[in-house]
């Protein structure tokens, strides 16, 4: 009983218990500040990686806006490397048979990026990884250099991420940073996995998206490009003259009788006769010259930066060439193949502003009349339009 005559309750606490020491009230408010820094600790750290998750949110987007691989080379090339503010990125696709590099050459021409590779097999992106192919993050010098061989050493710590679409490895992402401190490995890896995982889907679909782009743009038969490409050329050309002041040239070229190659040996030997005068054709050209059928037995070549001399020599060099293939007909006896060809040229008169639906206007006209010039005199020649815009 207590003074009020109350019964003590034995579930109470005795107050010697609920009686709290200075020095343990001191060290609860210091677990109180730790806890607390760890919270706020753990609360920076929290918005740190959602700031981090954002960044590479808007990156990954950014990878998958880009409508052609040559938007996406730019965005992972060179756009990659200023939002994380790297030193250096590089860029590795395996392209077994070569395939992809002359899908992206019959489409863009040149299409050159110093920091972007191309290897035949998985073999050869393995070796640079050495052992198992995986994310690594590391600050090895000796590692580094060889990783970015041939380039000056930039960088001081570095991503090496493997592309994989399922269990397919298609190629390999290298990053490098100033900091040596940027990728270490104790860095959790999971965002730039992602981001990988990411490019790898963008890069399939872009070249997807090429072959698509591929075949609209090329003929099936011969392998030349469509009519709708050559006037796609010949109007970016046009600029570019203008721009830089140098001649346009443009070849039409006729195979001479040519129904009568298909009345008398059949059409699959007047196929092979077609794909036969557009490789001897393209065999003389050079890479910068655009090859077109532009319509049945009728092809038309687009001669950047040559004059009417240069434009008649290419002419005739081909004239020649065909005159001398040798096509096996339904008899087994070489077909002959004849050639008829017009030339017409153009070159930018600062005196003289001239429009580029004008210009295209002229350089076919000139040409085709120039075809028609040789086909009157006789075939199996060359005809130089004399007409001037
Ligand atoms: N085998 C084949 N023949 C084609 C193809 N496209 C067009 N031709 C044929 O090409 C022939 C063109 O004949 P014409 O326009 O009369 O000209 P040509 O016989 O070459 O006579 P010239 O041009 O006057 O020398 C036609 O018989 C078409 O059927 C094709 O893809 N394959």
């Not at 003074?3 to 060290?27: D, I, M, Y």
């Not at 994310?135 to 590692?143: A, G, V, W, Y």
């Not at 940027?182 to 890896?189: D, K, V």
Request: hydrophobic share 40%.
């Amino acid at each position: 009983m207590d003074k009020a005559g109350k019964t003590k309750n034995s579930t109470e606490p005795a107050e010697s218990e609920n009686w709290v020491s200075a020095s343990q009230h001191l060290s609860l408010i210091e677990k109180n500040k730790r806890l607390q820094n760890t919270l706020s600790q753990l609360i920076d750290s929290a918005n740190k990686n959602q700031q981090t998750q954002d960044k590479f949110y808007q990156l990954e987007l950014f990878f998958l806006e880009s409508q052609t691989f040559e938007s996406l080379m730019n965005r992972v090339l060179f756009d990659l490397k200023h939002k994380l503010s790297l030193s250096q990125v590089e860029l590795v696709i395996i392209d077994p048979d070569k395939e992809i590099r002359r899908l992206l050459d019959e489409i863009y021409g040149e299409l050159d990026y110093q920091d972007l590779r191309y290897v035949d097999d998985e073999s050869e992106v393995a070796s640079i990884y050495q052992s198992k192919v995986e994310t690594r993050l590391t600050h090895s010098d000796e590692f580094i250099q060889r990783l970015f061989a041939g380039q000056p050493s930039l960088s001081k710590s570095a991503a090496v991420l493997p592309l994989w679409r399922g269990t397919k490895l298609i190629g390999s992402l290298h990053m490098g940073s100033p900091d040596p401190s940027r990728f270490h490995h104790q860095l959790a890896t999971n965002f730039l996995q992602h981001m990988s995982s990411i490019i790898s889907v963008c890069i399939e679909n872009s070249i997807s998206q090429e072959r698509f782009v591929h075949l609209s743009l090329v003929d099936m038969l011969t392998r030349a490009k469509n009519r709708r490409f050559f006037f796609q050329a010949l109007a970016k050309e046009i600029a570019r003259a203008t721009r830089a002041n140098f001649p346009v040239s443009c070849l039409f070229i006729d195979i001479d009788y040519f129904k009568k190659i298909n009345d008398l040996h059949g059409h699959s030997i007047g196929d092979r006769a077609l794909r036969a005068v557009a490789d001897a054709i393209n065999n003389l050209l050079r890479k910068s010259d655009t090859l077109a059928r532009f319509g049945g037995e009728e092809f038309t070549v687009l001669l950047p930066n040559s004059d009417a001399t240069q434009a008649n020599e290419i002419a005739e060099r081909i004239r020649q060439t065909v005159a001398r293939l040798q096509v096996i007909g339904s008899d087994k006896q070489p077909l002959k193949i004849t050639i008829s060809l017009g030339v017409s040229s153009w070159q930018p008169d600062p005196q003289k502003a001239a429009n580029a639906e004008d210009i295209q206007n002229h350089l076919i006209n000139a040409a085709d009349k120039a075809v028609y010039e040789a086909k009157e005199a006789g075939r199996n020649c060359v005809k130089v339009s004399q007409s001037r815009l």
